[in-house]
């Protein structure tokens, strides 16, 4: 049994984008599977890390037609999809996209800003899950992890409340984040990867289930070894035909920026460098999805009238988009081969679980911005816009100085000779926010609001920043898009003074003098990060193509209403009613 996590609020609780824009197609003259009755009675949320929306639009010309060889052409036959779906929140990072979809709940509500954050208590940055009062299950050491950082329930535990603790709940992921924020507290476990063996957290449980532990012994990891991962179709199929190889791309030890990419065969390359080349290729998703059926059989997972839920996290196309970016050959290809591994994964459901006893749904935690360097060979680098940039900040400890000398000047500290001078006004300075020393004598009352403005001011005189906005403006709110975003990103326990917004098409990155421009990465409310897929098939699901924008969020109310059962506690949203097939309970 999971440690008790509720809180007195929490317990209350408990009681009581286009996709394929382009096309002229319909859902088809396949009819769907006709559904069991009553409910399905296994629920698999599949999130792939970094799929934008782009990609099912750009790519869709390549995706079969049979759907015993692409899920997403069977989604559109058999399916339920929205093509305008795009996470609410400013930043767009992985914690807070996977704590979004089955919380129903923003980071705002749910707690969960970031991956990381500073914690002015400590005086230290913070991961997202990590928990020194558990131990990892799995390896002799390794690093703690928990949902206590959730500050909502999911489903899962919803599921888990409604069924007295029978139904079953899980999550698997490479990330630990992924697998965590997902299953949520009262899950029977969640598994994910370090050192390249499968491992959960005494939060859960004391011990490994023996059917990973196979897996580990075994080192099944190493089945990847000497493997050639090369382009799935012909080279001139493909859509990103830019260079192959440039030197803008992040490759992991021992792969080159083109194609193939030879995995390391035994006695080449340390475990963890191996590791790492599994992880930035189509064999992670492999990886994962081996697990995942493990757990399936293993668990029985929807065998009986108890319905479960099992959440999954491709987290390999992720590492392969940050390393790579939008715009290339590799990351076209993921999504090729993730179609396809999807495939499989539902002929594997429909062959163990059963036709019409399950329902998938699948999204993404964020997008992705395009490699600034090379999109700036297109239109975006004219000189009457503000174009693509790489840490457009620069030092962001200069930067942090430059802001201590202007609060100095206007509170009247003399940094050679104050009392008060050895004190930091400043506690830290993130790519998107600022930690202002609320204890400092020199910021009481009135004074931590003028040092907030004068902050937002500097900032928002960068040629980089399209907004800055302030603890206090936050609290108080407003109409404007941007500041409703940033509103759904805000915590005022956990989140910043000053929270600020880069351009579109410039992202933070290394201060380092000498750091290479290498990859991209993900944060932004723009576009490109917020837009990404929704797609749901399987019992329940009523195929067709839905126009509405909508949330990943409205997830979790949906499959609530699926199940059964209550809603979780902090869910904001509206389920996908449209979607949904009447079922006989709600």
Same mark, same amino acid.
């Given at each position: 049994m999971p440690t008790p996590f509720l809180t007195r609020s929490l317990a209350t609780a408990f009681a009581t984008c286009c996709l394929f824009a382009t096309l002229h197609l319909t859902t088809g003259s396949a009819a769907a599977e006709t559904p069991a009755a009553g409910q399905p009675r296994l629920i698999v949320v599949v999130s792939i890390d970094q799929l934008c929306q782009d990609y099912l639009i750009r790519f869709q010309d390549n995706f079969p037609t049979n759907p015993k060889e692409s899920f997403f052409g069977n989604v559109l036959r058999?399916?339920?999809?929205?093509?305008?779906?795009?996470?609410?929140?400013?930043?767009?990072?992985?914690?807070?996209?996977?704590?979004v979809q089955l919380t129903g709940a923003h980071p705002a509500t749910h707690g969960v800003i970031g991956?990381?954050?500073?914690?002015?208590?400590?005086?230290?940055?913070?991961?997202?899950?990590?928990?020194?009062?558990?131990?990892?299950?799995?390896?002799?050491?390794?690093?703690?992890?928990?949902?206590?950082?959730?500050?909502?329930?999911?489903?899962?535990?919803?599921?888990?409340?409604?069924?007295?603790?029978?139904?079953?709940?899980?999550?698997?992921?490479?990330?630990?984040?992924?697998?965590?924020?997902?299953?949520?507290?009262?899950?029977?476990?969640?598994?994910?990867?370090?050192?390249?063996?499968?491992?959960?957290?005494?939060?859960?449980?004391?011990?490994?289930?023996?059917?990973?532990r196979n897996l580990n012994e075994g080192n099944a990891i190493d089945q990847f070894r000497g493997k050639t991962w090369d382009l799935l179709l012909p080279r001139e199929r493909y859509h990103n035909q830019g260079p192959d190889d440039n030197e803008f791309e992040n490759?992991?030890?021992?792969?080159?920026?083109?194609?193939?990419?030879?995995?390391?065969?035994?006695?080449? %390359?340390?475990?963890?460098? &191996? +590791?790492?080349?599994?992880?930035? @290729?189509?064999?992670?998703?492999?990886?994962?999805? !081996?697990?995942?059926?493990?757990?399936?059989?293993?668990?029985?997972?929807?065998?009986?009238d108890i319905p479960d839920l099992l959440a999954i996290n491709f987290s390999s196309n992720d590492y392969v988009g940050h390393a790579f970016g939008p715009m290339s050959f590799e990351v076209e290809d993921m999504t090729y081969r993730t179609d396809r591994q999807l495939a499989e994964f539902t002929q594997y459901l429909d062959e163990t679980v059963g036709v019409g006893r399950w329902t998938?749904?699948?999204?993404?935690?964020?997008?992705?911005?395009?490699?600034p360097e090379l999109i700036a060979t297109h239109a975006?680098?004219?000189?009457?816009?503000?174009?693509?940039?790489?840490?457009?900040?620069?030092?962001?400890?200069?930067?942090?100085?430059?802001?201590?000398? %202007?609060?100095?000047?206007? &509170? +009247?500290?003399?940094?050679?000779? @104050?009392?008060?001078?050895?004190?930091?006004?400043? !506690?830290?300075?993130?790519?998107n926010q600022v930690y202002l020393n609320r204890e400092h004598p020199r910021l009481r009352g009135q004074a931590l609001a003028t040092a907030r403005r004068i902050i937002r001011d500097w900032l928002i005189a960068q040629p980089y920043v399209a907004t800055a906005v302030t603890h206090d403006e936050l609290l108080v709110g407003g109409d404007s898009r941007l500041l409703r975003q940033l509103g759904l990103s805000f915590n005022p326990n956990r989140s910043g003074d000053v929270l600020f917004v880069y351009t579109p098409y410039a992202i933070p990155g290394s201060s380092s003098a000498n750091a290479k421009p290498r990859g991209t990465t993900h944060g932004s409310p723009w576009h490109y990060d917020t837009h990404v897929p929704l797609l749901l098939i399987g019992n329940g699901m009523a195929p067709g193509r839905y126009d509405r924008q909508v949330s990943p969020a409205q997830l979790a109310p949906t499959l609530s209403r699926i199940l059964g059962i209550n809603h979780p506690g902090g869910c904001v949203e509206e389920a996908l009613h449209e979607a949904l097939i009447p079922v006989a309970k709600f």
């Open positions: 058999n399916g339920a999809w929205f093509p305008n779906c795009h996470h609410a929140h400013a930043f767009t990072f992985t914690a807070p996209g996977h704590a991956n990381d954050w500073f914690d002015p208590q400590s005086g230290k940055s913070r991961y997202c899950v990590s928990d020194p009062t558990v131990t990892v299950i799995g390896i002799p050491s390794g690093k703690p992890m928990s949902p206590r950082v959730l500050l909502v329930d999911t489903v899962g535990d919803c599921l888990k409340l409604a069924t007295q603790g029978k139904a079953k709940v899980m999550g698997v992921a490479i990330k630990d984040r992924a697998a965590i924020l997902m299953a949520g507290h009262r899950a029977d476990a969640a598994y994910w990867l370090e050192k390249n063996q499968w491992v959960t957290s005494s939060y859960y449980r004391n011990d490994l289930p023996g059917y990973l490759p992991p030890v021992g792969f080159s920026a083109a194609f193939p990419h030879q995995l390391a065969s035994a006695g080449e %390359l340390t475990a963890d460098q &191996f +590791g790492d080349q599994v992880l930035f @290729s189509p064999y992670g998703n492999d990886f994962t999805l !081996l697990a995942a059926r493990e757990i399936i059989r293993n668990e029985a997972l929807g065998a009986d998938m749904a699948v999204t993404a935690d964020h997008g992705v911005a395009p490699i975006l680098s004219g000189s009457q816009v503000t174009g693509p940039k790489r840490n457009p900040l620069g030092d962001l400890k200069t930067v942090r100085d430059k802001l201590t000398l %202007l609060l100095q000047q206007e &509170f +009247g500290i003399d940094a050679s000779g @104050s009392d008060d001078a050895g004190q930091k006004l400043i !506690l830290e300075l993130e790519s």
